[in-house]
């Protein structure tokens, strides 16, 4: 190779695809090739990932070869059917098909008129959700996200913006209040995490104690809010969390709407995990006061089964986004002035944009709705299953949820908070599973989350044996 060619030959990209096609396949057909969880030698890490420095090219197929080595041997292995995490999914192959053709077209969807095609693949599905989710079907509007974490940033400041008419101008320093919001103690961080970065600050957090099953407690909340009130602070906003992230329970969601309503407050529902179960017609009344909220995060990188980050945050407040991140600016495209359509960069955290949408569209063009029900009705099974299974084998459950959430551990767990880790660390070894440790009230016990669609019978007998080798051994 004289001058690197940046475009290959033809006949070298094929090459190239082939080679990538084996590889991959091998791995998504046989995640049980590899250890569910790797060791986590930093050194020996770095060493492989610096093992080149740029100075010379190398042919692409030795170059794609150290990567999935590394993958391989250096990943937690999601797709394995032996993870039993934290809701990062077993990827389905569409999703795949799906990052494979945006990276080839790679569309700008910053501005509408750049990539019209897939910004009205995401509106469309947006409002197709918001609909399932019962939203007010002329008021639905929203937008993808990197993730709930972005999602819930957005819903913060759609709040804020939604309270405050000026505060596009003036900022928080321009409030005469001090504005705060309400929130379970098992809500995700990132609730917390979006407090700190848009610079209301941790202080103006009020994580509300849960009950025995750890859900919020609508008459704590409530009681918070007149304190605050008393005190002169300017309530602004109430989370609730539809499927936890510690324990996958839901927040009393009718109750907190209900309390939303009474105090003039915002209505946030975090469904990053549990809004999928919408999709099951047997279970979606879990969910019943999603449709009173004014906007829901929902990660269909979760039960969804996509690829990571794919995210919504969808409101039924139409004209919010704009005013919360609307901007003129000189240089963006204008060729879509004159059409109704709103430029996501105007509409959105982000400025440049992935087609984050097209996971989600072709997932749902190839397995339909129908398709979805299936399988997470699947897993909403395997989750009563694995109970039935420890409680067999002198396990006890710390949580109830419909959700395939499984928090326990055994009665000494109780006495001493490093059994839990020790057992963890014992099947993380084995290799043939990946759980983790949660602390379920007073309890540090154990977590599995059925978040594999390929998870069967067979994987859980041979999780509830390894942890009991692992009890034995300790
Ligand atoms: C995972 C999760 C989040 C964060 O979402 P990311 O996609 O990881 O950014 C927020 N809320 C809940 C309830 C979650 O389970």
Redesign the pocket.
């Known amino acids: 190779m004289n001058r690197m060619d940046f475009n290959f030959k033809d006949h070298e990209r094929e090459q190239a695809w082939a080679y990538l096609h084996d590889q991959l396949e091998h791995y998504y057909q046989d995640p049980k090739s590899v250890h569910a969880a790797p060791s986590l030698d930093l050194g020996k890490i770095q060493g492989y990932v610096g093992k080149y420095i740029f100075e010379d090219p190398v042919p692409v197929q030795e170059a794609l070869d150290h990567v999935i080595r590394g993958m391989r041997q250096y990943t937690v292995h999601t797709p394995h059917p032996g993870y039993y995490g934290l809701?990062n999914p077993r990827p389905v192959f569409p999703g795949i098909l799906a990052d494979t053709i945006t990276a080839t077209f790679n569309p700008q969807l910053a501005a509408w008129s750049h990539a019209p095609f897939a910004n009205e693949v995401e509106n469309y599905l947006v409002h197709q959700f918001g609909l399932k989710f019962g939203l007010p079907p002329g008021k639905i509007d929203g937008v993808f996200t990197s993730?709930?974490?972005e999602a819930?940033l957005t819903a913060l400041l759609t709040a804020i913006n939604h309270k405050y008419a000026g505060y596009g101008d003036t900022g928080l320093l321009g409030l005469e209040k001090q504005p705060v919001l309400y929130c379970s103690e098992e809500s995700?961080h990132?609730v917390a995490k979006a407090a700190k970065n848009m610079g209301l600050g941790l202080r103006n957090v009020r994580p509300i104690p849960t009950n025995d099953n750890f859900e919020m407690q609508p008459g704590v909340l409530e009681a918070t809010i007149e304190k605050d009130l008393a005190q002169g602070l300017d309530p602004f906003l109430v989370v609730a969390?539809a499927?936890?992230?510690g324990t996958g329970v839901m927040d009393p969601l009718e109750g907190m709407a209900a309390l939303a309503k009474k105090y003039g407050l915002w209505f946030h529902v975090?469904a990053?995990?549990g809004g999928a179960i919408i999709l099951v017609e047997k279970y979606k009344h879990v969910l019943n006061g999603i449709e009173l909220a004014d906007s829901i995060?929902f990660?269909a990188?979760?039960w969804m089964s996509n690829p990571m980050s794919t995210?919504l945050y969808i409101t039924a407040h139409p004209g919010i986004l704009s005013k919360t991140f609307g901007m003129a600016t000189d240089y963006m495209p204008k060729e879509g002035a004159h059409m109704e359509n709103l430029d996501p960069y105007s509409h959105s955290i982000q400025w440049s944009r992935r087609f984050i949408g097209l996971r989600l569209y072709l997932s749902l063009l190839v397995f339909g709705w129908k398709g979805y029900a299936e399988v997470i009705t699947h897993q909403v099974r395997m989750g009563k299953r694995l109970k039935e299974l420890l409680l067999e084998n002198d396990w006890n459950i710390y949580n109830q949820t419909d959700l395939p959430v499984i928090c326990f551990g055994k009665a000494e767990f109780k006495q001493d908070d490093r059994l839990a880790l020790n057992v963890c660390s014992k099947v993380l070894a084995s290799g043939k599973a990946w759980i983790s440790v949660y602390r379920a009230g007073a309890v540090n016990g154990l977590r599995a989350c059925i978040t594999n669609y390929d998870t069967q019978n067979e994987d859980l007998e041979e999780l509830v044996e390894v942890l009991n080798l692992s009890v034995n051994d300790l």
């Open positions: 809701y993730g709930g974490a819930n995700h990132s969390t499927g936890t992230t975090d990053a995990y995060t990660d990188h979760k995210s």
